[in-house]
């Protein structure tokens, strides 16, 4: 677990993206924006080894669900041995959420949380995964991104009307974390 799995996975694994686990402070800084006091239904992409995932469980009251959807085969299967009702792993990719969420009879969900690389993406993907994403979410819903650099602001812009940025340096790299909101003003 932790920085030996990311390094293994990311040999095999470029989409891995990261050698490292986000840091505490991130997590921390990202969870900040989630309202854990009531039940909600959020869904992760890339979560890797449940670094977010474990944190948010904790937090979640026992009504909640959160859905993880991880490409990397060996991290959504370690990931199963969280052994936990609320959460349900999809081996599948971001790309599919729309076809997860109706497989799961979910119209909407609370809060998206992303750490996948969209600089990898190209541009069609970047946009599909982000306006999917918005219409995937309730009216108040968020969608919380986490990326090394500040490339995603102008293409969240286009899919939702009020996107703010913070910095968190306690990371290695420094992590820049988007939240994204309101079904307002989309393409
Ligand atoms: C930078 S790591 C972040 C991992 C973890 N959430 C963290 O905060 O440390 C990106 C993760 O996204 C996964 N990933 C990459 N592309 C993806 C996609 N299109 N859909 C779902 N997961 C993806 C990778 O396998 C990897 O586990």
């Excluded at 992409?45 to 993880?68: C, W």
């Excluded at 939702?160 to 909101?181: H, K, Q, R, W």
Aim: charged residues 25%.
């Amino acid at each position: 677990m932790g920085t030996l799995s990311y390094i293994k996975n990311f040999i095999r694994d470029r989409q891995v993206a990261s050698i490292t686990p986000t840091s505490r402070f991130t997590i921390n800084r990202v969870c900040a924006h989630i309202d854990f006091g009531r039940d909600i239904r959020i869904v992760e992409f890339g979560p890797a080894d449940g670094v977010f995932t474990r944190v948010i469980l904790e937090k979640l009251s026992p009504a909640s669900e959160i859905i993880a959807i991880e490409t990397n085969r060996n991290f959504a299967d370690s990931l199963g041995g969280f052994n936990d009702d609320r959460l349900t792993v999809v081996n599948k990719s971001a790309e599919d959420v729309r076809q997860i969420l109706d497989s799961k009879n979910w119209n909407k969900a609370d809060y998206i949380i992303s750490g996948i690389p969209f600089s990898f993406l190209n541009e069609e993907l970047k946009h599909r995964i982000l306006k999917d994403s918005a219409d995937l979410l309730a009216d108040e819903g968020r969608f919380l991104g986490y990326q090394t650099s500040s490339h995603l602001k102008p293409y969240l812009s286009e899919h939702f009307s009020s996107v703010d940025t913070e910095m968190e340096y306690l990371n290695l790299p420094p992590m820049c974390i988007y939240v994204a909101g309101s079904q307002q003003a989309r393409r």
